[in-house]
């Protein structure tokens, strides 16, 4: 079916996305259209707003804008931000992520802000000549393709890769990343369509997990730090296609009312790669086995440590 026809694309559609877009150490910043370096050297604060998957990707850009580019970001729903009074601070620039262009509330939100004193504003969007795209100041197009399935998939990869992009580049403008820390950022850039086909080689293990899944009603899905909206977005992958109830959230919460649900006949998906919050996901994945909750954890290829967990 097309979804998974889709999601098999994802490393030829990456490749387009990041296509002349990339030097040999550097983003070229004339990705995001020919003003963009103009208002990137001045840009101070980004508001991102979008609908669904394309909220969860930007959920994972704010920390990337922070922590990479030094500029504060916030994100918000569009369906919320276009009706309520929202204080634009100097020099933001609105950013929305749609992968059709043409979502009700995410265009409304961006028609809002075009007369509410923000700087700028930029569509990253896979439907060229769609209404987001005509009415935005800048434009990225993502070039996953058409994308048939009703659940986003290549679309939301691609806007992570163009996201990751736009914060190299707001970064470099703004002076606060360094060229070595740019030419690393291109380097992963430039892997990824080889470390996606990696992960889609891991099919039949993933297929042996789904049986075990498939008869569940219930599931928690946790990370931390830019792994939340990841744990989010699979929360709402799940829901929308399986039809199991899940839930996304910051494991650091978990104590604070979903593990009183937590025993053998709810899943818990943890996205626990060996980053800064390694650590603290193992806390939480010993407690939601301590529970008897059975634990699929989503790690580093070649790291052992999680199979060690008592
Ligand atoms: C939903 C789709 O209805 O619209 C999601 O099922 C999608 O997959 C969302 O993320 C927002 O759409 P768009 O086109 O604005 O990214």
């Not at 749609?98 to 939100?109: H, I, N, P, R, V």
């Not at 005509?134 to 986003?152: N, P």
Request: glycine share 8%; proline share 3%; hydrophobic share 45%.
């Amino acid at each position: 079916h097309y979804m998974l026809k889709e999601i098999y694309e994802q490393p030829k559609a990456i490749t387009n996305t990041l296509e002349g877009r990339l030097g040999t150490d550097h983003v070229v910043v004339e990705s995001f259209g020919n003003g963009a370096r103009a208002i990137f050297d001045q840009v101070e604060h980004v508001q991102i707003v979008a609908c669904g998957t394309s909220y969860n990707s930007g959920m994972v850009a704010r920390y990337w804008f922070e922590e990479i580019a030094g500029v504060s970001c916030d994100v918000e729903i569009a369906s919320e931000f276009r009706y309520r009074k929202s204080v634009v601070r100097p020099n933001s620039l609105l950013v929305t992520l749609s992968q059709s262009g043409e979502t009700a509330d995410t265009l409304a939100a961006l028609r809002l802000a075009k007369e509410s004193g923000y700087m700028s504003s930029l569509a990253i969007c896979n439907v060229p000549g769609s209404s987001l795209v005509r009415e935005s100041d800048l434009a990225f197009m993502t070039r996953a393709g058409a994308e048939i399935g009703v659940a986003s998939t290549k679309a939301f990869t691609t806007q992570l890769a163009g996201l990751l992009m736009l914060v190299a580049s707001v970064g470099h403008c703004r002076g606060h990343l360094s060229a070595a820390a740019e030419a690393e950022l291109v380097k992963a850039l430039q892997a990824l369509p080889l470390r996606i086909k990696e992960s889609l080689a891991l099919a039949k293990d993933i297929e042996a997990l789904a049986e075990e899944f498939a008869d569940k009603h219930h599931s928690l899905f946790l990370g931390r730090g830019s792994q939340y909206p990841i744990a989010m977005e699979g929360a709402l992958k799940l829901k929308e296609i399986s039809y199991i109830h899940a839930e996304g959230y910051p494991a650091g919460e978990m104590k604070h009312g979903p593990i009183a649900l937590i025993d053998e006949r709810m899943p818990v998906v943890a996205i626990a790669p060996h980053d800064h919050v390694f650590e603290k996901m193992q806390g939480n994945i010993q407690e939601a086995k301590a529970r008897g909750g059975a634990v699929i954890a989503i790690t580093t290829a070649g790291d052992d440590t999680l199979w060690r967990l008592p």
